[in-house]
Each structure stands twice: as C-alpha cells, then as structure tokens.
C-alpha cells in the first residue's frame, strides 16, 4: 500500500476545491485512490482547520474558504473568460460578485463599516420619508374624493346649465358657498369644489369676500344713460316720419335712402327698426309667411324592414351634353334593401306616386304606417305625392332646407351606385340603357354587395332575417380557428359577429357639454 506525503495529500484535496471542482470518484480514478481514502483525508484535514470542500450540493452552501479561493481565482478574469468560467463551473457572475463584496466588507474596518452602517441608515430614513410623504398624499386624495361625492350628492345639477352673467339670489349663493366650505374642509380643494358646483373659483371669491357672502348689487346700481343715446324728439321724429303717408307701407331700408335722396337724415335703418319696436309698431305685414327658423327632422327608428323608407332622385347622365335622365330609388333605411327604383326623363311628383305604390305592394306593407323621408325637392312635396302618401298610409318625413345630412342613407346609396367600376363614364345612350344598368346594380347591391355597416351581410339577407344564423356561423368557424391556433389571437376577441340593432334616422345628438361631463 503507497505512502503519501503530506504535500501529495493536500494537492490531492486541492483537485477538489475550485477551480477544479472535480467529484471524490474522478479524483479516485484520475489518481490511482480509493475513494474511502479521500473521504478519511478530507475529515482529517477539516478537523485541522484547513479548507476542504463540503459535502453541500449547492454553491451557496460552499463554505467560506472554498468562497474565498473562488473570488482570488477569478480576479484576473476579462468579462469574456469569467463567463465561461461560471458556465464551466455551474456558477453566476451575480454570485461571484457578491461573494467579492462580502469578502470586501470583512476586510474593512470598524471605521469603514461605521460610515457604511450610516449611509444605509440614512438611504432608510430617506426611503421611509418618500413613502410617508406619499401616503399623506393618497389619503388626501381620497378624502378629497369622498368630500366631493357627497358635494355632486348635494347639488345634484341644481344650478342646470348656467349662463354667463345670469344672476343669482342671495339665499342661493349662500346655499352653495356653504356646499363649498363644507367639501373643502372634508378634504376636497376649492377649484375641485367649485367645479362640482358649477362655479368658477373667480366667481366663488367674489361671492364670498372676508367670511360674508355679497349679494349681486346689479339689480340696485344706477346706470347712465349713453352719452349719444337718441332724444326723446328724435325718436319722436322717426315715428312721425314712418307714419307719413308716403311711407306708411315701405321698410326702413327704403325710407333712408329715400330721406337721403331728399337731403334729410335722422338714422340708421337698425335705428328705425330699434324705435319702431320701442314703440310697439314693427310686425310682420302682408300676405308672405312671417320667417321662422327650421327645426330639426323628427327621429325615426327602424327596428325590422319596411317600416322606415328614404328615397331621392339622382341624375343620369347621357351621351348628349345637356340632356340627362333621373333615378328614382328607395331604400329600406333598416335593411338598406333598394325596394324600389325606375328611370325616368323628367322628375314629376306622379312618377313617385306610382313608384311609391308599386314598392308598398311589392313589399306587402300597405297601410302599414311606414315612414317615407325625402328630402325638400319639388317632386318630392309635390301635392301628387302627399295625396298618394296619405292614401296608401304613409307618414311622410323631409329634411331640413340646404343640409344634405339628413337624408344620409340616400346620398351613401347613389355614391355606391356612382363609383361602380362598370359605370358609364361617357353617358347612356338610351333610357332602356338606363333601365337596364341601374336593374343589373339593383341585383348587385341587394344580393351581392356585403354591406359595411351591416357586418358585411348583403341587403337581402339583412331584409329576410337571414344575417342571425349566417352571422353565427361566421363566429363558429373564427372560434375554432382561434381554438386551433391561439396564439395568432393572442388576447384579443374575436370579429364581432353579432347583427346590427336597430337603425335610426336623424338621431339625436346629447348636448356638447353634457357629453364631455359624463365623460369626465
């Protein structure tokens, strides 16, 4: 049996310490050893003291010394050499790095670790300061919250949309101003609060000025007159004047020139018309309509076919210059179904009546109340048309005069009809050419054309129910591709394959201002 030197044993172990590292069995083989012989060296030289590696699994659980001969291995390393050390020896760069630092701070001393012990003492006390700070600032913000909830609670939109330099009872303003003190002292800040109230924080102030809520003194104050406000004589003249015979049936706009063209002036029209209203003397006269202004179109909505119709005429043009033909067409605002159309060489009012009769008995729905709105053409209020209308049931609806937007629904039909790639740029040459062109895009857009704003159904399935079960099969087969393939999808849903709902015709627009609120 060999004997081994004490030098030979302990180069023997080293071949077990980094940065070797090698296993007790291929130190055995690699030396010739049993592998019982190494365990007993390795017991023996840690009772000395001396370092051997452990019998850890782990390289955080190597012991101190083994640590140590690591960090002093690989000190003279570039980047590139201590990567492919780690990798060899199944280590992080990280823990080197740390076992580096942990090597460094036992080698400072008690003044070193001192100021180290301070830094981080005072890092702490800074952290501990930002979150303190930040928490101070959340429950501020959350008392603020709660103050102006119970603020919107009170008011309730008592002041409505207020306009500017309306006035305001002294009872009221006091009511809000205590509304606002309140919510300020829960929490809430002033331009919060007043915003809530519907008040600005200017106006606030000026309310409340040194604890004491100020009337409005607008009501009290003395106005002057203007300084080139007209006398009682001049006015006085004016009437006299618009009363003499002469002039008793003309306007002001033709009573100044005229005094003008006679050497003599007293003011402006607006001035007449100013006096002549202070005088209870300017009122519409004669057999024309007073003006009025124009209001809105009523809204429609269409829940199924045939109950809202909008139709329109379009010219056609032929191959003479000057000379064109019209195309009367109908649509189904729900469905956008084109249930009626023809060609014709002139717009009447007893054309549409006709076409208007053959569309109600084509799509059984006569006396059925359905809605038919145009716009304010002269065929289309042509009085033909109103009598057939009311004979047939039909509610008649028209646009506003000069906006084209309110007849949407006809104007989006005849640019599809018009951006046609088999569309006569040249002209028809004949009125059964016509015919027969606008029959072919008929067919085309009621059953083939998939509609944008219909999730791409054509007219005609939308019109007969059929969009429900196609529109479901669509959404069956873009679900089982999504299953087959998720990632594609990612977390994002599907096409939205459900039918559109109702339709509606003119709709109502919510105020700018309560559209932005609720979006606040």
Request: glycine share 4%; hydrophobic share 30%.
């Amino acid at each position: 049996m060999p004997r081994y030197s004490e030098e030979r044993k302990q180069q023997i172990l080293n071949k077990l310490l980094p940065p070797s590292n090698m296993t007790v069995a291929e130190v055995a083989r690699t030396e010739g050893t049993s592998e019982q012989t190494l365990y007993n060296w390795r017991e023996k030289a840690k009772q000395q003291g001396r370092p051997v590696p452990g019998s850890k699994p782990t390289s955080e659980q190597w012991s101190a010394e083994a640590k140590l001969a690591t960090v002093i291995e690989t000190a003279s390393l570039n980047e590139a050499e201590l990567s492919e050390y780690c990798r060899r020896q199944g280590l992080y760069i990280e823990q080197i790095k740390a076992w580096k630092a942990d090597s460094l701070r036992g080698f400072m001393n008690s003044r070193e670790q001192e100021l180290e012990t301070k830094r981080q003492r005072q890092s702490d006390q800074k952290e501990i300061k930002q979150l303190k700070r930040e928490l101070r600032e959340k429950e501020k913000a959350l008392a603020e919250t709660a103050a102006l909830l119970v603020l919107t609670k009170k008011v309730e939109c008592v002041l409505g949309e207020r306009q500017r330099g309306r006035l305001t009872p002294l009872p009221q303003r006091t009511q809000y101003v205590s509304w606002i003190q309140e919510a300020n002292q829960a929490g809430a800040r002033l331009p919060q609060a007043c915003d809530e109230v519907g008040l600005t924080l200017r106006t606030y102030r000026r309310w409340c000025q040194h604890g004491q809520v100020k009337a409005d003194l607008r009501p009290d104050a003395t106005r002057l007159s203007p300084a080139n406000k007209m006398t009682e004589a001049e006015q006085a003249k004016i009437i006299e004047v618009c009363n003499q015979a002469q002039f008793a049936s003309l306007p002001p706009s033709q009573i100044v020139p005229t005094l003008l063209d006679q050497g003599e002036y007293y003011g402006s029209e607006s001035t007449y018309y100013r006096v002549l209203k202070a005088h209870g003397q300017l009122h519409h006269r004669g057999r024309s309509l007073a003006p009025k202004g124009s209001s809105r179109p009523t809204t429609y909505t269409a829940t199924g076919p045939c109950q809202v119709f909008c139709w329109d005429i379009t010219y056609l043009a032929s191959t003479v210059r000057g000379q064109f033909y019209y195309l009367y067409m109908l649509e189904d605002v729900y469905s956008r179904k084109i249930v009626g159309h023809e060609v014709y060489e002139e717009e009447s009012g007893d054309h549409a009546a006709k076409l208007l009769e053959q569309t109600l008995l084509r799509e059984k729905c006569l006396h059925s109340g359905v809605v038919l709105h145009s716009d304010n053409g002269a065929p289309m209020k042509s009085q033909t048309l109103r009598v057939k209308a009311n004979e047939l049931g039909v509610t008649t609806s028209y646009s506003r005069p000069r906006v084209s937007n309110d007849n949407p629904f006809a104007e989006s039909l005849f640019r599809t009809c018009k951006y046609r790639p088999d569309w006569p740029s040249a002209g028809f040459k004949s009125l059964d050419e016509a015919r027969a062109w606008v029959l072919k895009f008929t067919r085309w857009y009621n059953y083939e054309h998939k509609h944008s704003q219909l999730r791409f159904v054509t007219p005609h399935q939308r019109h007969t129910g059929q969009e429900v079960e196609l529109l479901a099969q669509r959404k069956e087969r873009i679900e089982a591709a999504k299953t087959a393939n998720p990632s594609r999808w990612g977390a994002r849903d599907v096409r939205n394959c459900t039918p559109v709902g109702p339709t509606t015709l003119n709709p109502e627009k919510e105020p700018a201002k309560q559209v932005e609120k609720q979006a606040a």
